[in-house]
């Protein structure tokens, strides 16, 4: 895939993208020294030195915060994806892009992980959230091609698929916190993923 070229940021988007990256790293201190507990806005723009009124200018909540970074890892835009040739390429393919995630989790770091995935983050659920983290929009998006084109014919809906794929992810990027990052955590979502995949088409 070419490199698209990218405009260059104005002076405010530059400031804009300097507090945010502040007022994350103020979370992640907080997050990796004394847990998800103390996460709180008024501890973070302490920790970041900006304003209430400038947190809430970039972010709804806290765990909007979270979710931002946890989106904002490099991404693909689904619809640059080409369609798979056939089943088996589809099933690498979307291996590939939760492998990626996985290498993402292992930049952001096993503290911020485990303090990340707790029930108390709401962010994680997919109920209430108006936007979904990039990974399962990838998925959705590819995986509708794939069937719309019938190259792949799963034997569930899509909605469903998309949910299983989330709990198998959330429970290996569980087991790696709980082991501190002393697992195969590519090897389990490859595994894991590959048997659920090879189930459904």
């Known amino acids: 895939m070419s490199d698209i070229e990218k405009e260059p940021l104005s002076?405010?988007?530059?400031?804009?993208?300097?507090?945010?990256?502040?007022?994350?790293?103020?979370?992640?201190?907080?997050?990796?020294?004394?847990?998800?507990?103390?996460?709180?806005?008024?501890?973070?723009?302490?920790?970041?030195?900006?304003?209430?009124?400038?947190?809430?200018?970039?972010?709804?909540?806290?765990?909007?915060?979270?979710?931002?970074?946890?989106?904002?890892?490099?991404?693909?835009?689904?619809?640059?994806?080409?369609?798979?040739?056939?089943?088996?390429?589809?099933?690498?393919?979307?291996?590939?892009?939760?492998?990626?995630?996985?290498?993402?989790?292992?930049?952001?770091?096993?503290?911020?992980?485990?303090?990340?995935?707790?029930?108390?983050?709401?962010?994680?659920?997919?109920?209430?959230?108006?936007e979904r983290p990039y990974p399962i929009i990838t998925v959705e998006h590819y995986l509708q091609k794939a069937i719309d084109a019938g190259i792949v014919t799963p034997t569930i809906p899509l909605e469903d698929i998309c949910t299983d794929i989330r709990m198998l992810v959330i429970g290996n990027v569980f087991e790696w916190c709980l082991h501190n990052g002393d697992t195969d955590f590519e090897g389990n979502i490859r595994r894991s993923l590959g048997h659920y995949l090879d189930g459904i088409f």
Do not use: W
């Open 11 to 130: 002076k405010q988007q530059l400031k804009s993208k300097e507090t945010k990256g502040r007022i994350f790293r103020a979370a992640k201190t907080i997050l990796q020294k004394q847990g998800y507990e103390q996460l709180s806005i008024k501890n973070i723009c302490e920790e970041a030195g900006v304003s209430n009124g400038s947190f809430y200018h970039h972010f709804k909540t806290k765990d909007d915060l979270l979710s931002y970074y946890i989106e904002e890892q490099p991404s693909i835009n689904p619809d640059l994806l080409e369609p798979p040739e056939d089943a088996e390429e589809a099933k690498i393919a979307i291996i590939h892009v939760y492998l990626n995630y996985a290498e993402y989790c292992r930049e952001l770091g096993v503290e911020f992980m485990a303090n990340y995935y707790t029930p108390k983050n709401q962010a994680l659920n997919p109920s209430i959230r108006t």
